[in-house]
């Protein structure tokens, strides 16, 4: 499984932008998926999980802020962040996690300016 995230970019506090995670094959049988984000010096941290079945899970301090989705047909995941903030400001990745592997993708830069 390769996993290539895109949509990252320099936006102002209280902007949207939307991550795309886009996946070699299929996603259908993939039993979760998630978005990961790292700043330098600190280890990468999960932001929000999607499972095959649509179930999400989103961390607090982006709850409420940040939606994961994904779509079969196009092989995809998103993160749609709202109300970015500063503190948002990270390398986002996408991850996979497929018999018993462990998938990542290059990573997007996501700099909120305040």
């Known amino acids: 499984v390769q996993l290539q995230a895109s949509g990252g970019g320099l936006v102002q506090a209280g902007e949207s932008l939307r991550l795309s995670c886009a996946a070699s094959?299929?996603?259908?049988?993939?039993?979760?998926m998630s978005w990961y984000r790292q700043t330098p010096g600190k280890q990468r941290e999960v932001v929000a999980s999607?499972?095959?079945?649509?179930?999400?899970n989103v961390v607090d301090i982006v709850k409420g802020r940040f939606t994961i989705s994904r779509d079969n047909i196009k092989n995809a995941v998103y993160l749609s962040m709202n109300s970015l903030k500063p503190e948002d400001t990270a390398v986002y990745y996408c991850?996979?996690?497929?018999?018993?592997?462990?998938?990542w993708g290059q990573g997007t830069q996501v700099t909120v300016s305040s």
């Open positions: 094959g299929s996603i259908s049988t993939i039993p979760i």
């Open positions: 991850k996979a996690i497929y018999s018993g592997m462990v998938y």
């Open positions: 999607i499972t095959a079945r649509g179930t999400t």
